[in-house]
């Protein structure tokens, strides 16, 4: 079972290989507040990124841990990389950014991110 995040206009997109999640993650960060992303964390080995490195930008900000990206054509944010507290590589998947997730049904967990 497998599904896809993209951006807006296509060019930036991503297969996951696994199931559709049930619960999402909001987070009051400043810059998961200011997108209103919906995110799901899985280990980067689940996802294939399909697009030109140049379609792709990107942006850290504070302890610059998580690698924020954007599509540079549309600027939807379909993802995010970075690392469980192990070490292991991460992807965030924007969950609003996934066609085939009904945000409706998901159960959502709050991370007070600001406070980080």
Known sequence: MSYSASCHCGAVSADIAEELPARGMSCNCSICRRKGTVLHFTP???????????????YRFNRHVIEHQFCRVCGCSP????????GGEMIAVNLRCVPDCDLD????DRVDGASF
Not at 44 to 58: F, L, R, T, Y
Request: aromatic share 4%.
């Open 44 to 58: 980067a080995a689940n996802v294939q990124i399909a697009a030109a490195d140049e379609a792709i930008g990107s």
């Open 79 to 86: 993802f995010a990389r970075g690392s469980t507290p192990d």
């Open 105 to 108: 049904v998901l159960e959502i």
